[in-house]
């Protein structure tokens, strides 16, 4: 069965300092992987997506992740991390062959101190 | 300027009423879906639809119902047979098809219990 998990529930990091969010995932071949944040009472905004390539992909605000086959992960990074980051950060798993269905980790909460 | 529209913002129920929350897009995307969120718990998957007339039961499908008459909208109702449903509701829509399958998610419905 599909699955994601994101290890860390929360994460505190002080303004300009880099950031790494974990996530890992199963799947029997190599799935669609995606990075959402979502602010407070708002819907999920996509971040970055893989589907095939480069295993290093860029995405909107400075983000960026890596797809790494062998350790089943696709970590999110920032090099320096603004106060407008904080926020909900989800790690999502698209599996077309069940439907074009999507599956989420639980979450992992950003806090950004000045 | 093409989206997901979610109506109403926050929603209150009754015990044995049943409620309906409208989801309607506008981006021509064939599939759309329903995730319910709690706190901790992520997103889960009420019920997605690739076309219309078409719908399929997601993993938490039991004491909610939906319709696809028109492409465009994907009404979501909770039952009364939903012991618990308090939660943050979030519509969905993706095209179909490799590099295309990404969600656009709407801003939600907030459903408390009175």
């Known amino acids: 069965a599909q699955s994601v998990t994101q290890p860390d529930i929360h994460i505190t990091v002080s303004e300009g300092a880099s950031l790494e969010l974990r996530c890992n995932y199963s799947y029997g071949a190599t799935p669609y992987l995606f990075w959402y944040v979502q602010s407070p009472g708002q819907g999920l905004q996509l971040l970055l997506k893989?589907?095939?390539?480069?295993?290093l992909v860029q995405g909107i605000k400075g983000f960026e992740a890596e797809f790494k086959r062998s350790q089943s992960s696709f970590n999110l990074r920032k090099p320096s991390v603004h106060w407008s980051d904080a926020a909900e950060y989800f790690c999502a798993v698209g599996a077309p062959n069940t439907g074009n269905q999507f599956y989420f980790g639980t979450g992992t909460s950003l806090t950004v101190i000045p | 300027d093409g989206g997901i529209t979610q109506s109403p913002k926050y929603l209150f129920r009754k015990e044995g009423q049943n409620v309906t929350l409208s989801c309607e897009q506008n981006l021509n995307h064939d599939a759309m879906y329903w995730y319910r969120q709690d706190p901790g718990q992520g997103l889960r998957l009420i019920y997605y639809s690739q076309i219309v007339n078409d719908f399929q039961k997601g993993d938490i499908a039991e004491g909610y119902s939906v319709s696809r008459e028109k492409k465009e909208s994907f009404p979501l109702t909770v039952t009364s047979a939903q012991k618990n449903p308090t939660a943050f509701y979030l519509c969905?829509?993706?095209?179909?098809?490799?590099?295309?399958?990404?969600?656009?998610f709407g801003s939600g419905t907030q459903l408390s219990v009175l």
């Open positions: 969905a829509s993706s095209e179909i098809g490799s590099a295309n399958e990404k969600l656009f």
């Open positions: 893989y589907f095939s390539g480069d295993t």
